[in-house]
């Protein structure tokens, strides 16, 4: 059993006042909050330990350069992966650019075709775009049905009609549908035509556990802000033998092992692919965020998320004129719900429920092309963490029955 009230007192901000009223923060599919412990493993380090790392030779500088690189292994613990094949960036955005514009730009060209599916984050549909205008290959998406699942029969079809694609990119939880995709049946269907798999794993990271070591994957991306660490660090993982033969993204300090006037030698392994000196404190709080996960039973963690979920399921469907989108009740999907509601612009609606101290987003979430295809130009979402309790969802249920009554009028 969670202990909920131990868990809100590690998160400070949770006692944060808005308007008056307690924060019910239900935002965090855009970004999770952060326990104390993150928070304190970084400022011990800049109060004590802070220096470069992987350069000096004095005692911060270790004392730095050890900090790192044991958050390197614990990531790779988290992932059933090798250190080796952990490299850190700031966030899932760039960790899909690296793939693009290294793997990518060596073995994509004209006549080769690599496929998406319509439910992207623009994150993994913009690099591929910027990098088909140099390189002439073809993007086809894949499309998702009325419940909001990925069409595999289509896959199947497209995998059998013309050259296999060279590389299947998808995200395990749509942002805005809150689907999860089938990781082994998807990858499955995909590995005997040879082609790569990047999973996009930025909403899914929170709230369940991989091992890489198991899945027929060679990329995975995600950002530490959505694991409750802080912003400006991500993970992204690669294959060994993948990540040994792709060259280098960012040229600098850090990722050489030898430079001429005329040439260079860069490094092997992640350094390759970490120029300059990197968000150090950043990877430290994300290693303080791990940390803190590893004391609670993740099947407690999950199964309260997906409770959560649920009870908001069914107060939200009750609500007349709000259509849920994505798979339908009793279906399972990531910790998350967004709709739209007829008559009501997401905007109006989240001003009106921050008065009333309820923290959800409005927008195309970073997801355009889905919302077209929905003939939507915005939704609303509420997203659940494990430190969530449903008296919040209540008063998300109560706000936007007061914006209904505020705005209503106004429409008429």
């Not at 104390?36 to 800049?46: A, C, G, I, Q, S």
């Not at 998320?305 to 107060?315: D, V």
């Not at 987003?361 to 997801?367: D, I, L, N, S």
């Amino acid at each position: 059993m969670l202990d909920l009230k131990r868990i809100r007192q590690d998160f400070p901000i949770l006692q944060e006042k808005i308007n008056g009223y307690p924060l019910a923060y239900l935002d965090n599919a855009a970004t999770t909050q952060k326990p104390r412990l993150v928070v304190e493993k970084m400022r011990h380090f800049y109060y004590h330990d802070n220096a470069n790392i992987h350069r000096g030779f004095h005692t911060l500088a270790e004392r730095a350069t050890a900090a790192y690189e044991k958050v390197r292994q614990e990531v790779a613990r988290f992932l059933g992966a090798k250190t080796e094949e952990i490299i850190f960036v700031r966030n899932t955005t760039e960790a899909i650019n690296l793939v693009a514009f290294t793997w990518g730009r060596k073995f994509l060209q004209s006549g080769d075709r690599i496929l998406l599916t319509e439910m992207e984050h623009h994150a993994n549909i913009v690099p591929w775009l910027i990098l088909q205008q140099e390189k002439g290959f073809e993007i086809e998406y894949l499309p998702f049905d009325e419940e909001g699942e990925l069409n595999r029969h289509q896959l199947r079809q497209i995998l059998s009609q013309g050259p296999p694609p060279k590389l299947f990119a998808f995200t395990h939880a749509s942002n805005v549908l809150g689907t999860i995709n089938p990781l082994r049946q998807l990858s499955a269907l995909v590995q005997p035509y040879g082609t790569k798999i990047l999973l996009d794993a930025a909403q899914s990271i929170a709230h369940q556990r991989f091992n890489l070591q198991r899945q027929q994957i060679d990329f995975l991306a995600f950002s530490g802000h959505k694991i409750y660490g802080p912003t400006g660090v991500g993970v992204l993982w690669v294959r060994q033998e993948i990540l040994e033969q792709l060259p280098p993204f960012l040229g600098g300090g850090g990722m050489i092992e030898e430079v001429g006037w005329e040439n260079f030698k860069p490094l092997q392994g992640p350094g390759k692919f970490e120029a300059g000196t990197p968000s150090i404190a950043a990877v430290i709080g994300l290693g303080a965020a791990l940390e803190y996960l590893s004391q609670w039973e993740e099947e407690d963690l999950f199964a309260w998320e997906k409770e959560l979920t649920a009870y908001a399921y069914q107060q939200l469907q009750e609500l007349p004129g709000l259509k849920i989108l994505g798979p339908g009740a009793g279906k399972e999907r990531a910790p998350l719900i967004a709709f739209s509601w007829e008559g009501f612009h997401g905007h109006d609606l989240t001003t009106v429920l921050d008065t009333l101290g309820v923290a959800v987003r409005a927008g195309h979430h970073c997801a355009m092309p889905l919302h077209r295809k929905l003939g939507l130009t915005s939704s609303t979402r509420a997203s659940f963490a494990f430190y969530n309790q449903k008296e919040e969802i209540d008063r998300l249920l109560e706000g936007l029955k007061k914006a209904r009554q505020i705005l209503a009028g106004r429409i008429r």
